[in-house]
């Protein structure tokens, strides 16, 4: 049972390079979601979609965009990265509507330089 | 835009002492989850609570749903050095998606 994995899980970026994170779930889940985690914030919501094909921006969504072109596939796109977006970044999954649990990936961790 | 705000943000107790942690949020709630991270890990969903004044228990965890669906508490008994780790909630106002609060943190002294 993989359930939601993330990839990579630590990467170093220089200020304006570019990169894609991948989230991919094997639950046949509807919903996705890409947070961001930083010290003393919590998680803030950067995009999310509700099936495949649709994409919704969250609280935070500036500097990033995100596809979901399969069902189990959620990519977030950081396309001229900034220091400020260092951070960890976790992707979830919920099977169907807001009344179901998230199940969260391992995070990525990322520094940009 | 829709604000949860949780207290404390960190609280050290002795192994065996009881810990709360409060959740607001600035507007009324559909629901509300509750979730674990231990250091390192990543967030695991405890419990969803949905009825205004709703009370539900899992073992030495008690949580509570306001009665204006506005706030919500998460209550342990007797800590044990496993309850270590940030405990988060996460409203919803009937959109997707949820907005996280800010957690707590809870360091349990042997």
């Known amino acids: 049972n993989a359930g939601v994995t993330q990839t990579p899980k630590f990467r170093v970026l220089k200020t304006g390079q570019s990169m894609t994170l991948l989230c991919a779930q094997d639950?046949?889940?509807?919903?996705m979601y890409w947070y961001r985690q930083d010290p003393g914030m919590g998680l803030r919501l950067i995009h999310y979609?509700?099936?495949?094909?649709?994409?919704a921006k969250g609280e935070v969504p500036d500097g990033y965009n995100v596809s979901r072109l399969k069902k189990q596939n959620f990519l977030l796109g950081l396309e001229s990265a900034a220091p400020s977006q260092t951070s960890v970044y976790f992707c979830?999954?919920?099977?169907?509507?807001?009344?179901?649990?998230?199940?969260f990936g391992d995070g990525t961790r990322l520094s940009i330089l | 835009g829709q604000q949860v705000m949780q207290i404390p943000q960190y609280q050290h107790v002795q192994e065996g002492e009881d810990f709360t942690t409060y959740c607001n949020s600035s507007?009324?709630?559909?629901?509300i989850q509750w979730y674990k991270q231990r250091p390192g890990g990543h967030p695991v969903f405890l419990i969803q609570?949905?009825?205004?004044?709703e009370v539900k228990k899992q073992k030495r965890l008690t949580f509570q749903f306001g009665e204006a669906k506005k706030n919500s508490s998460l209550h342990i008994t007797a800590t044990q050095t496993t309850d270590v780790g940030t405990y988060f909630c996460?409203?919803?106002?009937?959109?997707?998606?949820?907005?996280f609060g800010t957690g707590t943190r809870l360091k349990v002294l042997a």
């Open positions: 979830a999954s919920s099977k169907n509507g807001i009344s179901q649990p998230q199940h």
């Open positions: 639950m046949n889940h509807e919903y």
């Open positions: 979609s509700v099936g495949e094909g649709t994409t």
């Open positions: 507007t009324t709630l559909s629901n």
């Open positions: 609570l949905v009825k205004s004044g």
């Open positions: 996460a409203g919803s106002s009937g959109t997707y998606k949820y907005i």
